[in-house]
């Protein structure tokens, strides 16, 4: 009986297989848009796209066009390749505003640049494309069922930004390039008033200004020192009970001395 069953289902492969050859190399363009919803409907998304790519110019401007250009676009969605997916969803919404599906369409469009975005520590354009994306459909459907997905990974998508903003700043400090480390924290802590890392951002500031006090020239020094004052300040009001507070300690102490040699 195993055998039997095992028999059936090669011959239906088989026969399933040949049908679908047959669809490909076939000019009836019907014949061909059958086997491509046969084939979406199996989950058989690869085999599918083949098939969609063949009809896309045939079926353009005709009833049938707007499922399979939605079709087109879920399957490579789900096959994951998310530029292809984002720029059929796109055109799908363009093509086709008033579909119900166009909402669902302008979500995944979107949410496939943002599957993109690359960790952190490298380049961050995708992560920025895909923020404009989404931030388009939140604008253009603010009322979607799809909007707290949106805005989820809007957040998710900043905070990679915030971090690699956060380590670019931090890395001037280590190399001990510490004027670019000081902008850098600088427009770090303006740009995400509300991070995360700001104890950190504080901190790396303070350091960055007082190694350059310290190691500054004479006529440069009182006025460096100074600004490691206020840096030390800044992080004590923001966190009085830093964890850095000993080594923080540490160094205003050496800050205070020095300053006290430009007041005799």
């Known amino acids: 009986m195993k055998k039997i069953v095992s028999l059936l289902i090669v011959v239906t492969l088989f026969c399933s ?3 679908y050859q047959k669809a490909l190399k076939n ?5 061909k848009f059958e086997m491509a919803t046969k084939m979406y409907d199996a989950g058989k998304y690869s085999k599918a796209i083949r098939l969609f790519e063949q009809l896309a110019t045939s079926y353009r401007g005709k009833p049938q066009a707007e499922k399979l250009f939605y079709m087109f676009s879920q399957s490579y969605y789900k096959t994951k390749q998310y530029y292809l997916a984002g720029y059929q969803f796109e055109a799908f919404v363009s093509g086709y505003p008033r ?3 166009v909402q669902e369409a302008a979500f995944l469009g979107a949410y496939s640049y943002s599957k993109l975005a690359p960790v952190y520590s490298l380049d961050q ?6 923020l404009d994306k989404l931030q388009a ?3 253009n ?3 979607s069922e799809y909007i707290a997905q949106a805005n989820e990974t809007v957040q998710k998508l900043n905070g990679k930004l915030e971090k690699k ?11 001990s390039d510490y004027k670019s480390a000081l902008i850098a924290f600088d427009n770090f802590i303006a740009d995400f008033p509300g991070t995360p890392f700001k104890e950190d951002a504080l901190f790396y500031k303070y350091d960055s200004a007082y190694q350059l006090a310290i190691n500054s020239v004479p006529s440069k020094m009182e006025e460096r020192l100074n600004v490691a004052k206020v ?3 800044n992080l004590i009001k923001f966190k009085s009970d830093t964890k850095y507070k000993v080594k923080a300690d540490e160094m205003y102490a050496r800050v205070e001395t020095d300053l006290q040699k430009f007041t005799k």
């Open 99 to 101: 579909s119900e599906k």
């Open 141 to 143: 459907y603010p009322n």
């Open 137 to 139: 459909f939140i604008d």
């Open 27 to 31: 000019e009836d363009v019907a014949a």
């Open 17 to 19: 297989c040949g049908e």
């Open 125 to 130: 354009t995708d992560t920025v494309k895909a």
């Open 231 to 233: 840096a030390y300040n």
């Open 165 to 175: 903003a956060y380590e670019n700043a931090k890395g001037y400090n280590t190399i």
